[in-house]
């Protein structure tokens, strides 16, 4: 847990609730934008869900150019393609519909189209100069929180990694998050994001860097996960339980935006980008195993999770209560049909020492609350094939 200073980045207008997707024309034209890259994904696309945005911000006197091209685990040349569109197009703003793929590379995009360069330049923290360009990003996947954070990860085509860039100026200026949007996502999708977003807050909550204020973030979010995503992934018309895995995977965005993760990313990204596996996925199969690595540095914390998690400890001594927290976790996972392992996705056992080695290298391992040692790293993925 942090120590010494501190700082609390979001966006500076976060919309919520039903309709609220409907703000974005006026909002758009309130940061003067004359012109807008609309990033998205060919789902999107092809549903006419992109269209429908495009025209709510035309009506507000903005111009739009769809850019439909945002890949799963989106990569350099993506980000390069996207860049080379917002320019010949004349764009000045970049407004991002979809899950973290299309926030991932529309930050990207934008980045870079304010300082030049290619993504590569940005990798590592705080690098850029300029704030990229004005960006409001719609989320359509209650998981990601990238709508309201500073990080971006672009996969490194070349390296076969993913590269972690985590910087303020890639915060967007508002995010909008309209249950409505949502009701149509699968229930395997709305499962590994609704996980992704509680590895968000489970690996703030036991950061080295969490606070008083992404403890209260963290905690809110573990406590409606439980209760919602299981209702939302059995019926996803169920709005009530949309709307609160809304509110929890922002809330555990806000909280992992300051607080930072730990190696369940620093593996997942890794799983990501040597085999492109979808990352909500990844983080739902590894964290357990990463919270059983971590039990000895956090006890207390985890055994806190054990009660978020609205499991009886009463009578537990911590590291019993703490067990028991991990074991919810495990049970939440098997009740949504996670796959149980990375095996079952095709991975390889030769590949381990390579992922391990990467995963130790990646920004997120910063902030984990244990420090591995190389062969502990693998331990843990041969844990989770």
């Known amino acids: 847990m942090s120590t010494g200073q501190s700082a609390f980045h979001m966006p500076s207008v976060n919309l919520f609730g039903p309709g609220s997707v409907q703000e974005t024309g006026k909002r758009m034209a309130g940061l003067g934008a004359e012109k807008a890259l609309l990033v998205t994904d060919a789902g ?3 549903l006419g869900i992109s269209e429908k945005v495009a025209n ?8 739009v150019h769809i850019f439909p091209k945002a890949e799963p685990n989106p990569t350099d040349q993506n980000v390069a393609d996207g860049l080379k569109v917002y320019n010949s197009e004349n764009c000045d703003s970049v407004v ?18 304010a300082n030049g360069g290619t993504i590569h330049d940005y990798e590592g923290v705080d690098v850029s100069r300029n704030p990229m360009v004005p960006l409001v990003a719609i989320n359509t996947t209650a998981g ?36 409505e949007l949502m009701a149509g996502m699968p229930p395997a999708l709305t499962a590994a994001t609704g996980l992704d977003a509680l590895t968000h807050a489970v690996e703030a909550y036991v950061s080295t860097a969490a606070t008083p204020i992404t403890d209260a973030l963290a905690m809110q979010a573990i406590k409606i996960i439980p209760k919602y995503l ?30 930072s993760l730990g190696y369940v990313h620093a593996i997942a990204h890794q799983f990501g980008g040597f085999y492109n596996y979808p990352h909500g996925v990844c983080n739902a199969i590894l964290l357990p195993h990463v919270c059983k690595f971590n039990l000895i540095a956090r006890t207390d914390r985890f055994a806190e999770i054990a009660e978020f998690l609205g499991e009886s400890v009463h009578e537990l001594s911590t590291r019993e209560a703490a067990e028991k927290g991990i074991q919810a976790i495990e049970r939440l996972a ?13 991975a390889k056992e030769e590949d381990i020492p390579v992922l391990a080695e990467n995963a130790m290298k990646d920004a997120c391992a910063l902030t984990n609350p244990r420090k591995p040692k190389l062969e502990e790293v693998i331990q843990i993925i041969q844990n989770a094939m």
Do not use: C, W
């Open 96 to 113: 991002t519909l979809g899950g973290g793929s299309s926030h991932d590379a529309g930050k990207g995009i934008a980045l870079v189209a």
């Open 56 to 63: 709510i911000i035309r009506e507000a006197g903005v111009d």
């Open 144 to 179: 990601t929180g990238s709508e309201v954070t500073k990080f971006t990860i672009i996969t490194d085509s070349k390296r076969k990694i993913k590269m972690a860039i985590v910087d303020k100026h890639v915060t967007p200026a508002i995010s909008i998050n309209d249950p």
């Open 44 to 46: 999107l696309h092809n």
């Open 334 to 346: 098997k009740d949504l049909n996670i796959p149980s392992g990375f095996k079952e996705l095709g």
């Open 230 to 259: 299981p209702r939302a992934v059995a019926n996803g018309q169920d709005m009530e339980a949309r709307e609160q895995m809304v509110y929890a995977q922002s809330l555990a965005g806000m909280a992992f935006n300051n607080a």
